[in-house]
């Protein structure tokens, strides 16, 4: 950095650039592992931890939702009885 702790534009057009390369390169390795369905070892862990992750957060909100309509069918029954 030229100015101590300050960035100047030259150091935030680095650093948003490299931003997209890093972005542009996880886009492709997402691309390529949705659309062959198999895993392609090294370039894809990225790719593969965020498709667990994916499919983790579906699970629990699936879970959730079930919670939530359990929830209301007991509502129902308490308040029809």
Excluded at 22 to 45: R, S, T, V
Aim: net charge negative; charged share 20%.
């Amino acid at each position: 950095m030229a100015n101590g702790d300050i960035p100047d534009h030259r150091d935030l057009w680095d650093a948003v650039n490299q931003s997209r390369l890093e972005l542009a390169e996880l886009k492709g390795m997402i691309k390529m592992h949705f659309e062959a369905g198999q895993h392609h070892y090294p370039p894809c862990k990225p790719a593969s931890d965020m498709q667990k992750t994916m499919l983790s957060a579906l699970g629990a909100a699936l879970l959730a939702l079930l919670a939530a309509i359990g929830n209301i069918v007991v509502a129902f029954l308490k308040g029809g009885a």
